[in-house]
Nanobody, 125 residues
Framework: QVQLVQSGGGLVQAGGSLELSCSASGFKFDYYYMGWVRQAPGKGPEWVSAIDPQGSSTKYADSVKGRFTVSRDNANNIVYLQMDSLKPEDTALYSC??????????????????WGQGTQVTVSS
């Protein structure tokens, strides 16, 4: 069965860095776009970033562009989100997701069919 297991996250001061990982199993990883979505307390989900199946192209929300980097290791079925220059407004529950086959980039949360368990990122000012 499809599984996405996340690791990383935690508490960091503003300006710091964190890396999130998402290990995938149960499907042909290098066939799918993968992405990251976050949800801050009291707010709706926000798409953050996505990466194409080969890892050759990426997209970012304007709010994280230039600070976050998404990457993938297809040999080990892992997708990463490196977060630098973190701000208090980046505080949220971050989830990795697999986009539905044929949905492409998955910049809408409805584009995803499987999710990781979520990991909390808290940035203190």
């Amino acid at each position: 069965q499809v599984q996405l297991v996340q690791s990383g996250g935690g508490l960091v001061q503003a300006g710091g860095s964190l890396e999130l990982s998402c290990s995938a199993s149960g499907f042909k990883f290098d066939y799918y776009y993968m992405g990251w979505v976050r949800q801050a307390p009291g707010k709706g989900p926000e798409w953050v970033s996505a990466i194409d199946p080969q890892g050759s192209s990426t997209k970012y929300a304007d709010s994280v562009k230039g600070r976050f980097t998404v990457s993938r290791d297809n040999a080990n079925n892992i997708v990463y989100l490196q977060m630098d220059s973190l701000k208090p407004e980046d505080t949220a529950l971050y989830s990795c997701g697999r986009t539905r086959s044929g949905m492409g980039w998955g910049t809408l949360t409805s584009s995803y069919d499987f999710w990781g368990q979520g990991t909390q990122v808290t940035v203190s000012s």
